[in-house]
């Protein structure tokens, strides 16, 4: 059940039995009536825990598509709105390790915004962000407020950020999400709009078309290149928290990296490949003139030479 909701339960109980209160013993056909709501509010409820209180993002447009904070064109507002939260489902997918290369979002549905009203300022909307049911009310960041904020990271980086920051933020959200993120701003582009979005306490605004163009144009897919790499030299460990390894090559260059989330076992690498001479087999991602960040991918990829 939904915070708002079951406030608004337990607010109608309180109002009834309110009312139950004044009501005197000799009018009882008028109490039937009360009672019979009131016990039907509270088993509404009985048993449940709500979700937390929600969270909120706004985002704001500006641009052709608005007049001031009167109207916005209904045509702009639902387009722009809909690959908005596409965005959100992709990230959302790839935080969760759940998203690949091709094919349909997983969970879109369960990771969709809720557009709950309209957002003044210029003018724009309030999307209600979803909480999953199995998240605890005493995290102090859940899943889906995460997404909200590498949303918000990722247009800020594309905007202002270093290829080294963008690069960064790409090991943890897949590269599929560059090409929605594209196609949502190259839409405002194409109708002379753009947008700021705020969350908690976190803003971030683009100032004009040209500004937000510039993302657009480092944000294209031609701007990463991945392929695979083959190493020769020693595992030097892995640390099962952060996922991470170091490998020392034949020059003693020590390279790093992320172990890939569908290996499950990854002490098997510390137990049987640790300072003995190995061929590692990794996926490489470069974005712009970023470094390049690995990843190794499977159990299979690093061998005994």
Not at 35 to 60: D, F, H, N, W
Not at 72 to 86: C, L, V
Not at 116 to 144: D, H, K, W, Y
């Amino acid at each position: 059940m939904r915070y708002k909701e079951y406030v608004s339960y337990r607010s109608e109980i309180a109002q009834l039995e309110e009312i139950l209160s004044e009501i005197p013993d000799d009018r009882f056909i008028e109490k039937i009536g009360f009672e019979s709501r009131l016990e039907t509010a509270r088993k509404a409820i009985e048993g449940i825990a709500p979700l937390p209180s929600p969270v909120y993002a706004k985002i704001l447009f500006r641009g052709k598509p608005v007049i001031d904070t009167h109207a916005i064109s209904a045509s702009f507002a639902t387009k722009a709105t809909s690959k908005f939260t596409e965005v959100h489902s992709m990230i959302a997918a790839s935080l969760s390790d759940n998203l690949r290369y091709m094919g349909p979002i997983p969970y879109k549905q369960k990771n969709d915004l809720l557009l709950t009203g309209i957002a003044v300022g210029s003018f724009g909307f309030e999307f209600e962000i979803p909480r999953l049911e199995n998240e605890s009310m005493l995290e102090e960041l859940n899943f889906s407020e995460l997404t909200m904020e590498k949303i918000l990271q990722l247009f800020q980086l594309a905007a202002d950020g270093s290829d080294d920051d963008i690069a960064d933020l790409m090991t943890e959200i897949h590269p599929r999400v560059l090409k929605n993120s594209t196609d949502f701003l190259s839409y405002l582009s194409s109708q002379d709009a753009w947008f700021s979005l705020g969350f908690k306490q976190y803003t971030f605004r683009y100032e004009s078309v040209t500004h937000l163009e510039q993302s657009i144009q480092r944000l294209k897919e031609d701007n990463i290149r991945e392929f695979e790499k083959e190493f020769e030299g020693e595992l030097q460990g892995i640390l099962p928290g952060s996922r991470t390894f170091e490998f020392r090559l034949m020059d003693k260059q020590i390279i790093k990296g992320k172990v890939g989330s569908d290996i499950e076992d990854i002490d098997v690498f510390n137990r049987d490949f640790l300072y003995k001479a190995a061929k590692i087999h990794l996926h490489v991602v470069q974005y712009g003139t970023s470094k390049p960040r690995y990843s190794l991918r499977s159990v299979g990829d690093l061998v005994l030479a």
